[in-house]
């Protein structure tokens, strides 16, 4: 298969089981975890180690009322943030075999707007659970 | 479909006609036009804004007056309504360009523009 780009609808964040009502635009950072030394012996050249790896995320959406099977209204993310409810997440393809990255999270905290004139929105944010994280491809199709 | 919905609402005040060609109409009439916008989420169109404006046009001041307060009031009724098909969940005035007066044709005319909030189209 030749390489394609991919739209970014297609990449979707599902947490604990669920997909986020609403969601217009997900930012997704990963970054390795570096421990630094430098010996004697090392000659004056730094030395590096990778130790896991860093994982944030955000969704930002607009806020939906209502309950949809599937789904995560603005109120379920609300308590989830209020407690720092950790869940199993999913991000990637909803396509049989596109690569996904998996782990555990925690609803850090969500950012509302509601101006005077539009739709209400709101930002949700992420943390990977240290050690918890791992890599897939999607099973279902 | 919006344009149907501005229709039978602003009917309901004047004689008014879809901005969409050259149209000769008695005084007093409004025209409009609407640009719509649709809110994408990843799992699709989940509702639709639309910038609506309503051109209100006559050959007296203070009609163009009356019939600007008419408009106003007939259009910020229709929240939760549905109109035509359209399912309107608010509406708000945003502009008004204020009354003056048009020299070629002779006519006074006032511009409002409203954001109108809709389920579908």
Known sequence: ?141 | MILQALNNILNEVMDSHALIGDIEADLPFCVFRADTQPHQTKDGICGYDHIVNVGIIDNEIESVNTYTESVITAMTAKENTIISGTKIYAVIQTDESGIYYENENNVYMNDLEFKVFTKNR
């Not at chain 1, 986020?20 to 970054?31: D, S, V």
């Not at chain 1, 975890?33 to 790896?53: A, V």
């Not at chain 1, 998996?102 to 509302?112: A, D, Q, R, V, Y």
């Open chain 1, 1 to 141: 298969m030749s390489n394609e780009k991919v739209l970014g609808f297609n990449l979707r964040l599902k947490v604990a089981t669920k997909y986020i009502a609403g969601t217009t635009n997900h930012n997704f950072n990963l970054e390795g975890k570096r421990r630094e030394s430098i010996m004697k012996s090392d000659q004056g050249n730094k030395q590096w180690e990778n130790t896991g790896r860093i994982v944030t995320f955000s969704a930002n959406l607009y806020i939906m009322h209502g309950t949809e099977d599937n789904y995560m209204n603005v109120d379920d993310v609300r308590k989830a943030c209020a407690a720092n409810t950790t869940g199993y997440y999913e991000y990637g393809g909803d396509s049989a075999d596109e690569p996904l990255v998996t782990g555990n999270c925690m609803f850090l905290k969500i950012s509302e707007t509601s101006d005077s004139e539009n739709f209400a929105t709101a930002a949700v944010d992420f943390e990977e659970l240290e050690g918890s994280g791992g890599f897939g491809t999607q099973s279902g199709s």
